[in-house]
């Protein structure tokens, strides 16, 4: 299938190519970015006023298969994730069971692929069933095609396994990715401050992610393994990633829409939405984590895509439920952000796109090259949007399992900026607007 | 993002719920203190009831044990001539299964009026207000650590009684403030009625210095945060924080922060001292004080009748 991208405003974030192009498609790559009037294609997209940019690559969503289908299946999950312009995401393996044998990531992989909607990189469990004591066969988990090893929301409280699953990680280069969280003042519902404290939440202190981060960044220095940390949700948090960051330590990190969009304030009252994990914090916190991600001390935005039931999430706060939908957010989110920080428009989407690819390093192979970008010879993986677009987040304009959000315009009255109208997977229309 | 209405009030801001003190007008909190007024004297007449709520249907939903307070409610329904219908669920739905909703929605389909909810998650009643029939109104008996508005408001009859001016009093809250949804709520009515000095005491355990932004001020030492009070609210302390990393024992919390004759002194000579019972003598109160001149425990409970059948009366006249 040969395809014409028509008079499109090409953005190419990591070249920094802003220029109104036709991009040629074939056999599933890039062929050419400038003219396409000679192309012989056997499909033309008409782009004009809109942008083509690279496919968004999301390092945190949760797919909730196996095991949790009634919340999210990789059917509609993967369709939300090409809704949302999102050609290649990281998913969890917090699933049930834990992907923490070769043969569920295999069919997990086996079964992304013949749906053909987006490329999948799973994150093998960091110790078996998440328990925090035994290590998983990590090259094994590897070849069966894990992007690295996390624990996701079950921190590592017994610091002897930290240190060996770091050391082991490193022995072959594979790359460990942590939410920083302290396994006992990490327990709690709303973020410590004025507010759990009026609405009578257990709050959970900045120390619970300031201590853990000291931790791993002493842990690093040890090991010298390469660490992607998860979600950061404080200035404090941000402050000691930039003095890791200057001194050189290998470390990346990641922060979701919703830590870069809201605060507590946002609870409101009891608002089950917004129990999210990590939970959201103060104005100075959110502030921090902005600018963080604007100067680049974050390296990517993160939908942390979270499908939640209705039954799970219609309960008092405390019980709700942590999580919100997100993968067809997140470029909204990002251009939202962008906006109120002042950048252009590459700019804003380098943080969902290349950068995120960056953090991903060697270990999604050739992909590592052109994942992200639009270069020629390059993968097609295209996200085609009107950025002057505005839409409504509704539970019926959503095509993830997952109908909650904090976004959700019946709680807001806010529509949000740029609309996808296709997506490309490797050359293949993968969504495309009604 | 949009703030939306607080859900305890109509578009008219009148109180169709009563979920918390927080936010409610000053005249809403008088309305109710003289309405409670009004039905002290009926709990003094040989035939103890009026008919203000005849024919409705009262659902007490104690998700959390307490005989106390739902026994307080279920007189003040008596009292208003509603049917009173006591619902121990603990024991019942949720033991089976059955979501919170799902168990709101079965007993909206019996034709309830009037929910009255105890829960051990802050907010539930929130949740319940949300997702109940717009004719039904909901009373919160006391949600997680987050409110206990009648609680709050029988306080405020009390000291409005013995004390007649908010505007010139110095209050001091003593004990478990973290985990405590009757200190949340007086510290909201006390702050709404126009009292200039709310001081909570106790250790940094208990005592967060994030109260600070409720307005009050936050006390660790008992001389200090006593001296000078006109009214001194004792918190019970419950049994699990007495050991544990919370407080070392009963004993030495005792030792600090109970309130014994010589600690009472420092107060002005007319204090009084409250207490949202049960008490826990000789942990935060000795018993000399408890039954001595400075307390006004008892009287608090009769009051506590007068002002559910005002709140409760209130809300079933004002409509979503």
């Not at chain 1, 677009?389 to 806010?414: N, R």
């Not at chain 2, 307490?66 to 208003?80: D, H, N, P, Q, V």
């Not at chain 2, 709520?185 to 208990?206: F, K």
């Not at chain 2, 949202?276 to 608090?300: F, K, M, T, Y």
Request: overall charge negative; charged content about 20%.
């Amino acid at each position: 299938m040969k395809i014409l991208i028509r008079n499109g405003r090409v953005i190419d974030p990591a070249s920094g190519r802003d220029e109104t192009a036709d991009v040629t498609i074939a056999s599933g790559r890039i062929v050419g970015i400038g003219s396409g009037a000679d192309f012989e294609a056997d499909r033309t997209i008409d782009a004009t006023g809109l942008v083509v940019a690279p496919g968004l690559v999301d390092l945190a969503a949760r797919l909730r298969e196996p095991g949790q289908e009634h919340e999210g299946m990789l059917e509609s999950e993967l369709a939300a994730a090409a809704a949302g312009g999102v050609t290649s995401l990281v998913c969890l393996p917090d699933t049930d069971p834990v992907l923490d044998e070769p043969g569920l990531v295999e069919m997990l992989k086996f079964r992304a692929r013949k749906l053909s909607r987006c490329r999948l990189f799973p994150l093998g469990a960091l110790t078996r069933k998440l328990e925090g004591a035994v290590l998983t066969e990590m090259a094994e988990l590897t070849e069966a095609g894990c992007v690295g090893f996390s624990q996701v929301d079950v921190p590592v409280a017994d610091t002897q396994v930290m240190l060996r699953a770091l050391q082991y990680a490193s022995t072959f280069g594979y790359s460990v990715w942590l939410r920083p969280q302290d396994a006992w003042l990490g327990k709690g519902v709303a973020a410590q401050g004025a507010v759990a404290t009026r609405l009578g939440l257990s709050g959970v202190p900045v120390a619970a992610e300031t201590i853990a981060l000291m931790t791993i960044f002493e842990l690093v220095r040890a090991t010298k393994a390469r660490v992607h940390l998860c979600r950061l949700s404080s200035a404090a948090g941000v402050a000691l990633l930039r003095a890791a960051k200057a001194e050189g330590l290998p470390v990346t990190a990641d922060v979701s829409i919703n830590s870069l969009h809201l605060t507590d304030v946002d609870i409101g009252y009891f608002d089950p939405a917004m129990r999210l994990t990590p939970p959201l914090r103060q104005g100075a916190d959110r502030d921090a984590l902005r600018a963080a991600l604007a100067d680049g001390t974050i390296d990517a935005l993160v939908s942390d895509h979270n499908p939640v039931d209705e039954d799970a999430k219609n309960l008092p706060f405390g019980e709700a439920e942590p999580g919100a939908t997100g993968l067809e957010l997140l470029l909204s989110l990002a251009l939202r952000w962008g906006t109120d920080a002042g950048l252009t428009l590459a700019q804003a989407l380098a943080r969902v796109t290349h950068e995120p690819v960056r953090v991903l390093g060697d270990a999604v192979g050739s992909l590592a090259s052109s994942a992200g970008r639009l270069v020629e010879g390059g993968v097609a993986d295209v996200c085609i949007f009107d950025p002057a677009a505005e839409w409504k987040v509704t539970p019926d304009a959503l095509a993830s399992q997952g109908k909650h959000t904090p976004f959700g315009f019946g709680s807001t009255g806010m529509a949000l900026p740029g609309r996808v109208r296709a997506t490309l997977v490797a050359g293949t229309v993968a969504y495309e607007a009604a | 993002m949009l703030s939306r209405r607080n859900p305890q009030l109509n578009a008219n801001g009148e109180l169709i719920h009563l979920l918390s003190i927080e936010g409610l007008p000053r005249a809403v909190l008088h309305q109710i203190l003289d309405t409670a007024g009004t039905f002290l004297s009926v709990n003094d007449r040989d035939v103890k009831k009026v008919p203000l709520l005849r024919g409705k249907s009262v659902f007490n939903l104690f998700f959390e044990n307490s005989t106390r307070t739902r026994t307080t409610f279920e007189i003040a329904a008596k009292r208003l001539s509603a049917d009173v219908i006591n619902l121990d669920i603990n024991k019942s739905s949720t033991a089976k299964g059955e979501s919170l909703l799902d168990t709101i929605a079965n007993l909206s389909a019996m034709h309830a009026d009037m929910f009255v909810v105890r829960h051990s998650e802050s907010g539930a009643p929130y949740l319940i207000a949300q997702h109940c029939a717009p004719h039904v109104h909901v009373v919160n008996a006391g949600d997680g650590r987050h409110a206990h508005p009648t609680q709050g408001l029988l306080d405020m009859y009390t000291i409005r009684h013995f004390k007649k001016d908010f505007t010139q009093l110095t209050v001091a809250i003593v004990g478990d403030i973290v985990h405590s949804r009757v200190a949340r709520s007086d510290i909201h009515a006390l702050g709404i009625l126009g009292v200039p000095e709310i001081r909570a005491v106790g250790p940094r355990t208990l005592v967060p210095g994030d109260l600070a932004a409720m307005g009050v001020r936050v006390c660790h030492d008992m001389a200090e945060g006593i001296r000078g009070a006109d009214v001194i609210i004792m918190l019970r302390l419950q049994n699990e924080r007495m050991s544990g990393a919370m407080l070392p024992s009963a004993g030495e919390f005792f030792k600090q922060y109970g309130l014994t004759p010589e600690k009472l002194a420092l107060a002005k000579p007319d204090c009084i001292v409250m207490h949202p019972g049960p008490i826990n003598r000789g942990v935060e109160i000795e018993s000399s004080v408890a039954d001595g001149s400075h307390s006004v425990i008892l009287p608090q409970v009769t009051f506590g009748i007068a002002v559910r059948m005002a709140v409760m009366s209130t809300i079933a006249g004002n409509q979503a």
